[in-house]
Nanobody, 130 residues
Framework: QVHLVESGGGSVQAGGSLTLSCTAS????????MAWFRQVPGEAREGVAS????????YLDDSLKGRFTISRDNAKNTLFLQMNSLKPEDSAMYYC???????????????????????WGQGTQVTVSS
């Protein structure tokens, strides 16, 4: 079992910044895909960014490049999503997800499919007002 706990969401005005954190605990594996998803009511959960711990490679959705950055602190088993220049359309529930072991490299290959990930955090709400 892998336990994920997100934090860092909140309400900001357009143009503001937030940093989301996701701390993992529990079972350990040689490699993981750690990812951020977001979801608005009535829509599917969409992959935003990911880190494959096997080689440290990262992925960020093209539409978010220049504003969002994904990073990981290996020593603290913590994943981050730095979000700058936030827009109202970034408002969503943000979820941290993990897929460990043999399927992890596949899980990190875009497009990120929510059903590929075995472990999820509880979500953290991001609200951006105009």
């Amino acid at each position: 079992q892998v336990h994920l706990v997100e934090s860092g969401g909140g309400s900001v005005q357009a143009g503001g910044s937030l940093t989301l954190s996701c701390t993992a605990s529990g079972a350990t594996y040689d490699s993981y895909c750690m990812a951020w998803f977001r979801q608005v009511p009535g829509e599917a959960r969409e992959g935003v960014a990911s880190v494959y711990t096997g080689d440290g490679s990262t992925y960020l959705d093209d539409s978010l490049k220049g504003r969002f950055t994904i990073s990981r602190d290996n020593a603290k088993n913590t994943l981050f999503l730095q979000m700058n220049s936030l827009k109202p359309e970034d408002s969503a529930m943000y979820y941290c997800a993990a897929e460990p072991g043999l399927n992890s490299e596949y899980a990190c290959a875009p497009p990120h499919l929510a059903q590929t990930f075995a472990y999820w955090g509880q979500g953290t709400q991001v609200t951006v007002s105009s």
